[in-house]
């Protein structure tokens, strides 16, 4: 399949590295001419150079096949994209299996039982309640599979860009970041900008049109975005890429105090969210900075436990030209179904409504018939 943009199915070299990739540019140009449905979707978005459709990336590791089995060697890495002007009819209803009321009902009980902090931190904002993949208290897993009520799926909203091993993508110079900036070139390069110079398709109705795209989101789990944008993530002394003041409250008061010098750090789990203190454009700039300048293994080890991030200089983080088009201040989602849903709010409020049902003398099995009913 050719298109004005090239081949539907392209290779580009990350590091040493062919990856073959599903070109976007080819693939919106040949949807919107052989698919009516993409066409009606993408037809009337007004767009402009001044306000350009935004794009969605999204990526995860997937693992297809047995999750415990010895090795697992079929991992694999997948980035998709989207228009997020598609709207959230389109873009969200995938595969989601659950009941709206009795999420309801576990979310108001959350509130009452585990803390106000939680709810306070999701109602303000996805970013304030990624502190709670940290929360211990989140980590209690009841199994929900009884309680399912189907939606609508609309996969065919979002696009595949790339597919590859994880031992592959492991074994590229800045590893997933220098994934996630091969990606990105697709869209911004020095021969085609889609920012600029836009996109012309020829709709499936015969007329033409022309387009123009920026990055508006790169949304992922918690583990995806510290390995994109180079960040240290849970584990590090400074869990959050998007606070410039969070501190892992696992590690020693010692090891925080040599970070903290003017006494502004808060622990990953503090309630008072006014006390964030968020990264910037020129906070970044700064660290990268300081990353860069020579020093011995050793130093730059421990500089970058202290920052809280990784020296990649091939990855996104050390690209100017794709960091103006999507860097974490901007353009970091965390994926919310990851927030409230795996292993966090949503499990602990569940495991307190079943708790609470089963004083009340009602079971699992009569919970599984009402919703079933
Ligand atoms: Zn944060």
């Avoid at 592959?168 to 970041?177: D, E, H, K, N």
């Avoid at 030209?321 to 860097?327: I, M, S």
């Avoid at 966090?344 to 699992?364: C, D, E």
Wanted: hydrophobic fraction near 45%; include cysteine.
């Amino acid at each position: 399949m050719v298109t004005p943009y090239g081949k539907l199915h392209q290779e580009v070299e990350v590091g040493r590295t062919k990856v073959e990739v599903q070109h976007p540019m080819a693939m919106l140009y040949h949807m919107c001419r052989v698919s009516k449905g993409v066409s009606e979707l993408m037809k009337p978005l007004p767009n402009s150079p001044a306000s350009p459709l935004r794009i969605i990336i999204y990526a995860d590791e997937v693992l297809p096949g047995n999750p415990l089995a010895v090795t697992t060697e079929r991992k694999l890495w997948v980035f998709y994209w989207s228009v997020l002007e598609f709207g959230a009819s389109v873009l969200s209803h995938e595969d989601i299996h659950t009941c709206v009321v009795f999420v309801f009902c576990c979310i108001v009980l959350c509130v009452v039982r585990v803390g106000l902090f939680h709810a306070a931190a999701c109602a303000r904002s996805l970013h304030v309640g990624n502190h709670l993949l940290l929360c211990a208290c989140c980590r209690i897993h009841v199994p929900c599979s009884m309680l399912h009520i189907p939606f609508h799926a609309y996969q065919e909203a979002w696009f595949e860009v790339v597919i590859l091993r994880s031992v592959t993508v492991r074994a590229l110079q800045g590893g997933v970041s220098a994934l996630l900036a091969a990606v990105l070139k697709l869209f911004f390069n020095t021969d085609h900008d889609a920012s600029l110079g836009g996109i012309g398709v020829e709709h499936y109705d015969g007329t033409r049109a022309h387009m123009w795209l920026d990055i508006g989101i790169v949304i992922a789990d918690e583990a995806a975005q510290n390995m994109m944008f180079s960040a240290k993530g849970a584990g590090g002394l400074k869990p959050c890429l998007l606070c410039a003041n969070v501190f892992n409250s696992k590690y020693r008061a010692e090891a925080r105090e040599v970070s903290d010098i003017g006494g502004w750090s808060v622990e990953h789990h503090d309630p008072d969210h006014t006390k964030l203190v968020f990264h910037t454009a020129a906070t970044l700039q700064v660290i990268r900075g300081r990353l860069s300048a020579p020093m011995t293994k050793a130093a730059t080890d421990a500089l970058q436990t202290r920052l809280g991030w990784n020296y990649e200089p091939h990855g996104l983080m050390w690209n100017d030209t794709l960091l103006k088009h999507a860097n974490p201040v901007d353009h970091c989602l965390y994926d919310w179904m990851h927030v409230l849903f795996v292993s966090v709010v949503f499990n602990i409020a569940l495991f307190l409504v079943m708790y609470a049902f089963k004083g009340l003398g009602i079971t699992m099995q009569i919970v599984h018939d009402y919703v079933a009913a």
